[in-house]
T-cell receptor, first 116, second 110 residues
Framework: DAGVTQSPTHLIKTRGQQVTLRCSPKSGHDTVSWYQQALGQGPQFIFQYYEEEERQRGNFPDRFSGHQFPNYSSELNVNALLLGDSALYLC???????????????FGDGTRLSIL | RKEVEQDPGPFNVPEGATVAFNCTYSNSASQSFFWYRQDCRKEPKLLMSVYSSGNEDGRFTAQLNRASQYISLLIRDSKLSDSATYLCVGYGGSQGNLIFGKGTKLSVKP
């Protein structure tokens, strides 16, 4: 049973560049959420995708955008990278049918993004 | 007040000790609660959901006190393998999403 998979594992970019991160949800899951985790902090919610649409969004600027594909996999795009975007980016998947308040989210290993 | 607050620690305890973490939450993060565990440079993994009546899973016990707006996690008979960061998580927010605390670091020593 495949868990949540993310790629790439590590990435180094420079300021102003653009980046795309990828996520495949756990088998049987249809909802993907993205989080940003800075060093020493807890994960911060970026947005959530279900049925190929962005359903919820946290307090992140429009430079952060995403996409979900028919096979439920998802991409996170960040434009005009800033030094402050350096963080671990986590993807989590869940099953929409559950009461969202009680559904556990399963996390991938994350992509560690460094901005120089 | 931050939505979910935790003491960052670190908590340094000997093997076999009992350790407790508390976490406070605001009204915006109060629909449901979880404890996640995160090892260094790894992803968070669900440890326990927190039910209103409190719940136990082996050496781990979670309690919810809605009157005082705090959640606790008790670990009995600590093992070296319990060393990790423990993340307190609420569900809520204006978007209905998971809201994480900064985490409490636990180090269990021989």
């Amino acid at each position: 049973d495949a868990g949540v998979t993310q790629s790439p594992t590590h990435l180094i970019k420079t300021r102003g560049q653009q980046v795309t991160l990828r996520c495949s949800p756990k088998s049987g899951h249809d909802t993907v959420s993205w989080y940003q985790q800075a060093l020493g902090q807890g994960p911060q919610f970026i947005f959530q995708y279900y049925e190929e649409e962005e359903r919820q969004r946290g307090n992140f600027p429009d430079r952060f955008s995403g996409h979900q594909f028919p096979n439920y996999s998802s991409e996170l795009n960040v434009n005009a990278l800033l030094l402050g975007d350096s963080a671990l980016y986590l993807c989590a998947s869940s099953l929409r049918g559950w009461d969202r308040r009680f559904q556990p989210q399963h996390f991938g290993d994350g992509t560690r993004l460094s901005i120089l | 007040r931050k939505e979910v607050e935790q003491d960052p620690g670190p908590f340094n305890v000997p093997e076999g000790a009992t350790v407790a973490f508390n976490c406070t939450y605001s009204n915006s993060a109060s629909q449901s609660f979880f404890w996640y565990r995160q090892d260094c440079r790894k992803e968070p993994k669900l440890l326990m959901s927190v039910y209103s009546s409190g719940n136990e899973d082996g050496r781990f016990t979670a309690q919810l006190n809605r009157a005082s707006q705090y959640i606790s996690l008790l670990i009995r008979d600590s093992k070296l393998s319990d060393s990790a960061t423990y993340l307190c998580v609420g569900y809520g927010g204006s978007q209905g999403n998971l809201i994480f605390g900064k985490g409490t670091k636990l180090s269990v020593k021989p």
